[in-house]
């Protein structure tokens, strides 16, 4: 089974443009997460989505939104974009629920110049 | 304070040492938890996954919980080169999917 995917893998973006990062979760997973890790911060929660819809969010400013398509693909954006959004963006996918094991993608490096 | 607080490291052992790594957290609402690695470069890759308290083995790695004192640990017996890179302990609340992490332990061994 194909594990999670992320494209693009890196970006290199100018502060105040907007970005939009794409996550396909494996195959029979409905619910997908993102993280964004960087070295001072760690893996932080940025958002879930299941069903289409937005179960939880992390406490990130209102730049970052998110949605998930009918197919369980989901797509992170970040408008105008601070020099501090430069990160490895993670989506995690998991099959449904409150107890299930979360499965990493390879990450998008976003570097914001 | 951070939730789930985890020593950095970074910590060096020799080939076929016993590797200890703890995590302590704050949240007693947490009831699974997980130990991940992560080569560099590389998304996170899950290795244990535990519900409540107790041991689980697989192969050469130990994950325990203990409830009563907020502590989880991964073992891993016989350390390899290969086993050389950042562990993250993570926890997650029941009917949630955020995982909180620790800030990972940087993991060398030594041939």
């Known amino acids: 089974k194909a594990g999670v995917t992320q494209t693009p893998r890196y970006l290199i973006k100018t502060r105040g443009q907007q970005v939009t990062l794409s996550c396909s979760p494996i195959s029979g997973h409905r619910s997908v997460s993102w993280y964004q890790q960087t070295p001072g911060q760690g893996l932080q929660f940025l958002f879930e989505?299941?069903?289409?819809?937005?179960?939880n969010k992390g406490n990130f400013p209102g730049r970052f939104s998110g949605r998930q398509f009918s197919n369980s693909r989901s797509e992170m954006n970040v408008s105008t974009l601070e020099l501090g959004d430069s990160a490895l963006y993670l989506c995690?996918?998991?099959?449904?629920?409150?107890?299930?094991?979360?499965?990493f993608g390879p990450g998008t490096r976003l570097t914001v110049t | 304070q951070k939730e789930v607080e985890q020593d950095p490291g970074p910590l060096s052992v020799p080939e076929g040492a016993i590797v200890s790594l703890n995590c302590t957290y704050s949240?007693?609402?947490?009831?699974?938890f997980m130990w991940y690695r992560q080569y560099s470069r590389k998304g996170p890759e899950l290795l244990m996954y535990?519900?409540?308290?107790g041991n689980k083995e697989d192969g050469r790695f130990t994950a325990q919980v203990d409830k009563s004192s907020k502590y989880i640990s991964l073992f891993i017996r016989d350390s390899q080169p290969s086993d050389s890179a950042t562990y993250l302990c993570a926890m997650k609340i029941q009917g949630a999917q955020k995982l909180v992490f620790g800030q990972g332990t940087r993991l060398t061994i030594n041939p």
């Open positions: 949240n007693s609402a947490f009831q699974y």
């Open positions: 995690a996918s998991s099959l449904a629920g409150g107890g299930g094991e979360q499965y």
């Open positions: 535990t519900y409540s308290s």
């Open positions: 989505y299941f069903s289409e819809t937005q179960r």
